[in-house]
C-alpha cells in the first residue's frame, strides 16, 4: 500500500510539473509573438517596409512592393537578363559575325570558300587569327542543302567544324579521325542519323559529323613550307571539295575567294546589335539547338524562335545599357583573371589558351556544371574550339597560351618597349609563333608590319648563345634587333599568342616555359 501511494504522488508531482512547465511556455510564447501574428515569426521571413539597396530605398505595405519599387525591381531583373543573355550568348554571335563577315566576301554556296594565299594580314578583323598558316574558311548550309560531303585532302593541317553556338562537330586534319591522311565528310543536318543513310551510301566511305544546327562553319590551316604558303594554297584549291550528297554524281565546281588583303570584320558587335546576331541564330535554328534555360533566358528578354525581336523603347535602352555592362565586363573577365588555375606556371602571367580547360567548359568534370565566365571570356577573344586543344597530343594539333600582362601583372601598353626570351628547342615540330593583336578588336594589330607575328621556321630571327631567341615589343626596333621586333603603337593596348603546332612533350611536362613579357625601363 505505500508503495502504490508513493507511485501515484510521484505520477501526480509529475503531471502538475508537466502542466505549470506548459502554462509557462505558452505564456513565453505569447508575450514574444510577433506583432501582427499569433506566434514569433523569424525575422528572416519578413519583408520591412524599407528596404536599402544599390537600386534605391524600395517601400513595401506589408511584404507588397509599391508601384515605384516593382518598376525599379522590372528594370534591373530585365537589365541583369540582359547582361547574363550577353556572357550567355557570346559563343552564337560570335558564329553568326562570322558567317556575316563571309557573306560580305560574297561566300554564300557550299563550293564557295574564303582562302588566304598569301596568309592572313592585319586588315582582316577576324579574332585572334593566325599569320603563320593558310585559311580555309566557309559555311553550309544544311537547311537549305541537305546532308553536305567535305572532302578533306592528305597532309592539311588542324581542323574544325563547329555548330552556330560554337560548339565542336568534329576535327580534321591530324587530330581527326583520318588522322591527316585526308578523307571524306559526311555532315548532317538536325533531325538526320547515320541509320538513315544504312544502304543507301557505300559502306566506310564517309565519317560522319552530326551536327545540331542548320549552319556550319568549316575551317583549315595550311602549314607552310620552306617558309612560303604555296605548297597549302594549292593543296587545298586542288584538294578540297564541299558538295551537297545531292550531288555528288556530279558536284560543282568549287568557287575560291582571295582574303589576303580584304577588309572584312568577322567580330562580334558590342553594342544592341549583339542582341539582333543572337536572334538570327535562335530563329534560324532548331527548337533542340539549345536546352530550354538557355532559351528562356534568352526569351526573357525577346528574344525566342519565331517571334520578331521588336523591344519597346524602355526595354531598348535596358538592351543598350546592358550591352555596354556585357562588353565591359567580358573585358574584365580576360584582363582581371580571378581563378588562378587559368596561370599555365606558378608566379607566371601566361594563361593558357584553353580557357576553363575544357571545350564543353565544364568545370571539374562538370562537377561545378558550366564554366559560365570561360567560355564568355574565350569567345569574346576567340573563334573555335576543339577537344583536340585540351587534350595531349604529342606531335598533332596545336597548344596556345596567352600573353597579355608583363612580369609586374600590368597589361601591356603600346607606347612601352617590351622583351620576351623564348628558350632554344622550341617545344613544336611544326612551327612556333608570336602574334600581336590589338586590345580592341582582338584582331592581329594594324602597324606598319601587315603581319604582327615571328615564327620560329620561318623567319630569320638573330639567336642567344643559348640557342634562345629574344623578342622585342615597341614603338621602335631597338638598334641593331630589328629582325627580333613586332611593332606597337602608342595609346594603345595589346596582347599576344603564343602558339606551337604539333607540339611535343617538354610543352606538356613543362620542361620548356617561355620566360615573362618584361618591360624594357
Same mark, same amino acid.
Given at each position: 500500500m505505500l508503495l502504490k501511494k508513493t507511485t501515484s504522488t510521484v505520477l501526480t508531482l509529475a503531471t502538475a510539473i508537466m502542466l505549470i512547465n506548459a502554462l509557462l511556455i505558452s505564456s513565453s510564447s505569447a508575450q514574444e509573438k510577433t506583432p501582427g501574428f499569433n506566434t514569433k515569426i523569424p525575422e528572416w521571413v519578413l519583408t520591412p517596409d524599407k528596404v536599402e539597396t544599390r537600386l534605391g530605398t524600395l517601400e513595401f505595405f506589408d511584404g507588397i512592393p509599391n508601384e515605384k519599387a516593382a518598376a525599379a525591381l522590372f528594370n534591373n531583373l530585365d537589365l541583369n537578363r540582359a547582361l547574363q543573355v550577353i556572357l550567355n550568348g557570346m559563343p552564337a554571335s560570335n558564329f553568326e559575325a562570322g558567317r556575316n563577315g563571309h557573306i560580305a566576301l560574297g561566300q554564300e554556296k557550299a563550293n564557295q570558300a574564303i582562302i588566304f594565299d598569301g596568309l592572313m594580314d592585319s586588315n582582316s578583323l577576324f579574332l585572334t587569327g593566325n599569320a603563320g598558316t593558310v585559311y580555309f574558311t566557309t559555311f553550309l548550309n544544311l537547311e537549305r542543302d541537305g546532308p553536305t560531303v567535305v572532302e578533306i585532302p592528305g597532309g592539311s593541317g588542324p581542323g574544325i567544324m563547329i555548330d552556330s553556338f560554337s560548339r565542336n562537330i568534329v576535327d580534321m586534319g591530324p587530330p581527326g579521325p583520318h588522322r591527316g591522311n585526308g578523307g571524306k565528310f559526311l555532315v548532317l543536318p538536325p533531325g538526320y542519323e547515320k541509320a538513315d543513310f544504312d544502304g543507301i551510301i557505300p559502306q566506310g566511305v564517309y565519317t560522319i559529323a552530326e551536327s545540331r544546327s542548320y549552319a556550319v562553319w568549316v575551317l583549315l590551316r595550311g602549314f607552310l613550307k620552306d617558309g612560303k604558303p604555296d605548297y597549302s594554297s594549292q593543296l587545298f584549291r586542288s584538294g578540297i571539295k564541299i558538295y551537297p550528297l545531292s550531288e555528288a554524281a556530279n558536284p560543282p565546281e568549287m568557287e575560291f575567294i582571295e582574303g589576303t588583303g580584304k577588309d572584312f570584320n568577322t567580330v562580334h558587335a558590342a553594342n544592341y546589335h549583339f542582341y539582333e546576331e543572337l536572334h538570327t541564330v535562335i530563329d534560324r535554328e532548331p527548337i533542340e539547338f539549345l536546352d530550354p534555360e538557355l532559351r528562356g533566358l534568352f526569351a526573357s528578354i525577346g528574344i525566342q524562335k519565331g517571334k520578331?525581336? *521588336?523591344?519597346?523603347?524602355?526595354?531598348?535602352? /535596358? =538592351?543598350?545599357?546592358?550591352?555596354?555592362?556585357?562588353?565591359? !565586363?567580358?573585358?574584365? =573577365?580576360?584582363?582581371?583573371? %580571378?581563378?588562378?588555375?587559368?596561370?599555365? #606556371? @606558378?608566379?607566371? #602571367?601566361?594563361? %593558357?589558351?584553353?580557357?576553363?580547360?575544357?571545350? @564543353?567548359? =565544364?568545370?571539374?568534370?562538370?562537377?561545378?556544371? %558550366?564554366? /559560365?565566365? *570561360?567560355?564568355?571570356?574565350?569567345?569574346?577573344?576567340? !573563334?573555335?574550339?576543339?577537344? *583536340?586543344?585540351?587534350?595531349?597530343? /604529342?606531335?598533332?594539333?596545336?597548344?596556345? *597560351?596567352?600573353? #597579355?600582362l608583363d612580369s609586374e601583372g600590368n597589361y601591356l601598353d603600346g607606347g612601352k618597349n617590351y622583351k620576351l626570351n623564348l628558350p632554344g628547342d622550341a617545344p613544336a615540330e611544326k612551327f612556333m609563333s608570336i602574334v600581336v593583336y590589338d586590345s580592341q578588336t582582338r584582331s592581329m594589330l594594324q602597324t606598319g608590319q601587315p603581319y604582327p607575328n615571328k615564327n620560329n621556321k620561318r623567319d630569320k630571327m638573330i639567336t642567344n648563345d643559348d640557342g634562345s631567341i629574344d623578342l622585342y615589343f615597341g614603338p621602335k626596333a631597338p638598334e641593331g634587333k630589328e629582325a627580333n621586333w613586332i611593332q606597337t603603337v602608342p595609346k594603345k593596348g595589346w596582347f599576344c599568342l603564343l602558339r606551337l603546332y604539333s607540339p611535343t612533350e617538354a610543352w606538356f611536362d613543362k620542361t620548356w616555359r617561355p620566360g615573362e613579357i618584361e618591360l624594357v625601363k
Amino acid at each position: 500500500m505505500l508503495l502504490k501511494k508513493t507511485t501515484s504522488t510521484v505520477l501526480t508531482l509529475a503531471t502538475a510539473i508537466m502542466l505549470i512547465n506548459a502554462l509557462l511556455i505558452s505564456s513565453s510564447s505569447a508575450q514574444e509573438k510577433t506583432p501582427g501574428f499569433n506566434t514569433k515569426i523569424p525575422e528572416w521571413v519578413l519583408t520591412p517596409d524599407k528596404v536599402e539597396t544599390r537600386l534605391g530605398t524600395l517601400e513595401f505595405f506589408d511584404g507588397i512592393p509599391n508601384e515605384k519599387a516593382a518598376a525599379a525591381l522590372f528594370n534591373n531583373l530585365d537589365l541583369n537578363r540582359a547582361l547574363q543573355v550577353i556572357l550567355n550568348g557570346m559563343p552564337a554571335s560570335n558564329f553568326e559575325a562570322g558567317r556575316n563577315g563571309h557573306i560580305a566576301l560574297g561566300q554564300e554556296k557550299a563550293n564557295q570558300a574564303i582562302i588566304f594565299d598569301g596568309l592572313m594580314d592585319s586588315n582582316s578583323l577576324f579574332l585572334t587569327g593566325n599569320a603563320g598558316t593558310v585559311y580555309f574558311t566557309t559555311f553550309l548550309n544544311l537547311e537549305r542543302d541537305g546532308p553536305t560531303v567535305v572532302e578533306i585532302p592528305g597532309g592539311s593541317g588542324p581542323g574544325i567544324m563547329i555548330d552556330s553556338f560554337s560548339r565542336n562537330i568534329v576535327d580534321m586534319g591530324p587530330p581527326g579521325p583520318h588522322r591527316g591522311n585526308g578523307g571524306k565528310f559526311l555532315v548532317l543536318p538536325p533531325g538526320y542519323e547515320k541509320a538513315d543513310f544504312d544502304g543507301i551510301i557505300p559502306q566506310g566511305v564517309y565519317t560522319i559529323a552530326e551536327s545540331r544546327s542548320y549552319a556550319v562553319w568549316v575551317l583549315l590551316r595550311g602549314f607552310l613550307k620552306d617558309g612560303k604558303p604555296d605548297y597549302s594554297s594549292q593543296l587545298f584549291r586542288s584538294g578540297i571539295k564541299i558538295y551537297p550528297l545531292s550531288e555528288a554524281a556530279n558536284p560543282p565546281e568549287m568557287e575560291f575567294i582571295e582574303g589576303t588583303g580584304k577588309d572584312f570584320n568577322t567580330v562580334h558587335a558590342a553594342n544592341y546589335h549583339f542582341y539582333e546576331e543572337l536572334h538570327t541564330v535562335i530563329d534560324r535554328e532548331p527548337i533542340e539547338f539549345l536546352d530550354p534555360e538557355l532559351r528562356g533566358l534568352f526569351a526573357s528578354i525577346g528574344i525566342q524562335k519565331g517571334k520578331p525581336f *521588336a523591344p519597346d523603347v524602355r526595354m531598348k535602352k /535596358i =538592351l543598350e545599357q546592358a550591352a555596354k555592362l556585357g562588353n565591359a !565586363t567580358a573585358r574584365a =573577365l580576360f584582363w582581371y583573371e %580571378r581563378n588562378q588555375d587559368e596561370f599555365l #606556371y @606558378e608566379g607566371s #602571367y601566361w594563361k %593558357r589558351g584553353m580557357i576553363g580547360n575544357s571545350h @564543353e567548359y =565544364l568545370k571539374d568534370q562538370g562537377l561545378g556544371g %558550366r564554366n /559560365i565566365d *570561360a567560355r564568355a571570356q574565350y569567345f569574346y577573344m576567340a !573563334t573555335f574550339n576543339s577537344p *583536340a586543344m585540351v587534350w595531349k597530343l /604529342i606531335g598533332k594539333g596545336s597548344q596556345s *597560351a596567352w600573353g #597579355y600582362l608583363d612580369s609586374e601583372g600590368n597589361y601591356l601598353d603600346g607606347g612601352k618597349n617590351y622583351k620576351l626570351n623564348l628558350p632554344g628547342d622550341a617545344p613544336a615540330e611544326k612551327f612556333m609563333s608570336i602574334v600581336v593583336y590589338d586590345s580592341q578588336t582582338r584582331s592581329m594589330l594594324q602597324t606598319g608590319q601587315p603581319y604582327p607575328n615571328k615564327n620560329n621556321k620561318r623567319d630569320k630571327m638573330i639567336t642567344n648563345d643559348d640557342g634562345s631567341i629574344d623578342l622585342y615589343f615597341g614603338p621602335k626596333a631597338p638598334e641593331g634587333k630589328e629582325a627580333n621586333w613586332i611593332q606597337t603603337v602608342p595609346k594603345k593596348g595589346w596582347f599576344c599568342l603564343l602558339r606551337l603546332y604539333s607540339p611535343t612533350e617538354a610543352w606538356f611536362d613543362k620542361t620548356w616555359r617561355p620566360g615573362e613579357i618584361e618591360l624594357v625601363k
